[in-house]
């Protein structure tokens, strides 16, 4: 046997030949990782509004507490809507709903909202009743996916004084 050396000699090469095959793979992993990160980011995502409302000929102010399923392909359930003090110490939670809201449980596809109805006089009362400070109330909205919370506005100070 004869043992030969043979060289051989690569002339002209692009630096960046050997980085092609790392640089595809990163590319890769970066795709494969968003698609997971953008599919299982997009469930069910509840935004919750207060604010206040006349409704129909009711003589009553109304707080109104809106729930929006902001996802775009998740479902939820809505399990209850209430109003709790920050200070602690209970919620409000009405036991009748107006003659024109859907009873609770909700179901909120992508992009439905659904609405519960609070009397402001009502929730006036019951924080004079038990020496709250309406101000420092939030709405909580209970779904599958947790507790969505949102701050109220001071609406309620001017029916408690009088």
């Known amino acids: 046997m ?5 060289q051989v000699e ?12 790392a640089i595809a793979i ?18 069910a995502r509840v935004e919750v509004k207060v604010g206040t409302a006349l409704v129909g000929t009711d ?13 775009r392909t998740g479902t939820t359930v809505v399990e209850s809507v209430v109003l709790v003090p920050n200070t602690g110490g209970g919620k409000i939670t009405p036991t009748l709903f107006q003659r024109w809201e859907d009873p609770l ?13 609070f009397p402001q006089q009502w929730v006036a009362n019951a924080a004079k009743d038990h020496n ?25 100070i001017q029916l408690v004084e009088q």
């Open 2 to 6: 004869y043992l030969d050396v043979i």
């Open 10 to 21: 690569v002339v002209g090469g692009d630096p960046w030949s050997a980085l092609w095959p």
């Open 26 to 43: 990163l590319i890769s992993l970066a795709s494969v990782g968003l698609t997971f990160w953008f599919r299982w980011s997009d469930s």
């Open 59 to 71: 003589p009553d102010d109304f707080v109104i507490v809106t729930a929006t399923n902001k996802g």
């Open 105 to 117: 449980p909700w179901t909120l596809g992508p992009g439905q909202s659904k609405t519960r109805y």
């Open 132 to 156: 709250l400070d309406p101000k420092g109330f939030r709405a909580v909205v209970t779904t599958g996916h947790g507790d969505v919370e949102s701050e109220l506005t001071d609406w309620p």
